[in-house]
């Protein structure tokens, strides 16, 4: 019975939230988010941990692409039979125990979220910073500038918050394809795209092939970032059954087809000792110096407005979408009981959306945007290979739940994503392992602040 009851509190589709967001608005959430500035500069990463190898960069865009993809169509699964706010956290405490899910949450809630929002904030005032004279305060101030106005606008509902977000979606893609197209065409430079000199790289630098594209595919899945966020907003999406997995697959799909053309037009433009040159100089924008030479002085404008964009609607997205997690936590009882109210009047909740931009004007004091970019990518890959193991563990739990979408090549795909995240996230430990060490305490952490309120709550009782 008790099962039963449970059964259908996460499939059914009433709600306290206003489902006023659609295919488009799903889709421009994960567009949003996910295309930021790292389509103009993360390809120097990609480029540098490939030893400057052209064909190995390509092909690890595009297999970051593909894993992204397949985690993508794995929460299409879970969200279309459970359409609940909070996304991953729903799923990890059917799969798992409780205290998964809320580590997830505390993960996002300490590090994920704010931890994107200082980050992509920082990254917005470095381009306004090559326009006017701003100094480092200047552009840690600016930053927090951005995230506090962000966070009261997101206070007034979410159908506000996400029309802000579609036209940003629009107005960042314009200047990013007008710039793609223009270096396609005109671009005279016939890249190298074999891989011969990658073995050669990794045999100098006492490295291997595999290790080589395993960072370079970490570097590329930052850009990659925030495909997870539309199943946080699942009950305010109007009908989820649909919209969901429809949202997920063109808005990753498009993605990965729009980084790997943007990167291949780079070097259809800039010859690949120029390229090498300037990421040696660290001038980490290949992308503007694209724009540069295919549309003269008016490119270096056209890229910094299409940044512009790009960073807002990522700062937007991730302010509008994590603080549905906390709400999800602190329905569960172990987390604030504040943190579980919605506005009244705008059906929001109010105290998570503040209570995030508290901790991402917090680290943008603290952290660079180095610091945060690894972090945020490492901890995010530990909780992506968990949701994707529960697909199967939840087929399993619930055989008779409506499952109006299944990922495909089941049950080879989800094995196989699963071990790339692990295999990632191992190797990502193991070559930064600061940054690996701190996404791995933060989880432990998080179980210390579960069992504290676990704690509270049989006193109550």
């Not at 690949?272 to 110096?289: P, S």
């Not at 080879?412 to 699963?418: G, Y």
């Amino acid at each position: 019975m008790e099962t039963e009851k449970r059964l259908h509190e996460l499939t059914q589709e009433q709600t306290e939230f206003k489902r006023d967001i659609g295919v488009f608005g799903g889709v421009s959430i994960i567009g949003g988010i996910m295309i930021g500035s790292g389509i103009f500069y993360l390809g120097s990463y990609v480029m540098q941990r490939t030893g400057m190898n052209s064909g190995l960069s390509l092909l690890c865009w595009v297999i970051a692409g593909i894993i992204t993809l397949f985690g993508g169509l794995c929460y299409a699964e879970l969200g279309t039979a459970m359409p609940k706010a909070g996304g991953r956290l729903i799923y990890l405490n059917e799969a798992f125990h409780p205290v998964v899910g809320f580590t997830a949450g505390f993960t996002d809630w300490l590090i994920g979220g704010p931890g994107s929002i200082a980050a992509v904030s920082i990254a917005l005032m470095n381009v306004l910073q090559s326009f006017f004279d701003i100094n480092a305060f200047g552009v840690k101030a600016g930053a927090i500038i951005l995230i506090i106005a962000l966070t009261v606008y997101n206070l007034f509902g979410v159908k506000a918050a996400s029309v802000v977000q579609s036209l940003s979606l629009v107005a960042k893609l314009i200047p990013i394809v007008i710039v793609m197209l223009a270096a396609l065409f005109v671009g005279r430079v016939s890249p190298d795209l074999s891989l011969g000199s990658a073995g050669t790289y990794a045999e100098a630098n006492d490295t291997s092939v595999i290790s080589m594209i395993a960072m370079a595919v970490v570097a590329s899945l930052w850009a990659y970032e925030g495909w997870t966020n539309l199943n946080t907003v699942a009950e305010e999406i109007k009908n989820p059954k649909r919209n969901l997995p429809l949202a997920l697959i063109i808005g990753i799909g498009g993605v990965t087809v729009l980084y790997t053309l943007f990167n291949f037009a780079i070097m259809k433009v800039l010859p690949h000792d120029e390229i090498v040159a300037m990421i040696n100089n660290e001038d980490l924008y290949l992308g503007t110096a694209v724009a540069k030479k295919v549309l003269g002085s008016a490119g270096a404008i056209v890229v910094s407005v299409g940044m512009l964009f790009a960073m807002f609607g990522t700062a937007n997205g991730m302010i509008l979408a994590q603080p549905r997690m906390y709400y999800a936590m602190a329905e569960e009882g172990h987390f604030f009981k504040s943190f579980a109210k919605l506005h009244p009047k705008y059906k929001v909740p109010t105290v998570p959306i503040i209570v995030q931009g508290v901790l991402s004007v917090a680290l943008v004091l603290m952290r660079n945007l180095d610091q945060l970019t690894n972090l945020v990518v490492v901890v995010g890959m530990i909780y992506n290979a968990l949701v994707i193991i529960t697909v199967p563990i939840l087929r399993r739990k619930y055989p008779d739940i409506e499952r109006p979408y299944k990922v495909w090549f089941y049950p080879v795909s989800v094995i196989v994503t699963a071990a790339i995240f692990v295999g990632l996230v191992i190797i990502s430990a193991i070559e930064d392992p600061v940054n690996g060490a701190l996404g791995l305490s933060v989880p432990i952490i998080g179980a210390g602040v579960y069992y504290a309120f676990e704690l509270k709550l049989r006193k109550e009782k």
